[in-house]
């Protein structure tokens, strides 16, 4: 439960993939009629893009802090101190 509620503010696809269309529309040649139509949409599309990530990240922050302590139980180890170097 804690790792989907974790994975909520990773936008990597929108960020990685938001400009693509875009930049494939602005390479068009010319001579295609429907270059602005296409310009459009890939401006709308980076906009869309840009916004989900705005929105998923402080939900995703918000969501990670208050579930944190509840979903993951702190474990022995966690909490025991045989793992650190003793004094001499």
């Known amino acids: 439960m804690f790792v989907s509620l974790a994975w909520l503010p990773k936008a990597t696809v929108?960020?990685?993939?938001?400009?693509?269309?875009?930049?494939n529309s602005k390479a068009l040649p010319e001579e295609r009629e429907d270059k602005f139509s296409m310009i459009t949409n890939g401006e709308k599309v980076l906009t869309i893009a840009v916004l989900s990530i705005?929105?998923?990240?402080?939900?995703?922050?918000?969501?990670?802090?208050l579930t944190a302590g509840k979903l993951l139980p702190k474990t022995s180890k966690d909490t025991d101190d045989s793992s650190k170097p003793k004094e001499v």
């Open 54 to 65: 705005l929105i998923t990240a402080p939900i995703g922050a918000i969501a990670i802090r």
């Open 14 to 23: 929108q960020a990685a993939i938001g400009s693509l269309a875009l930049d």
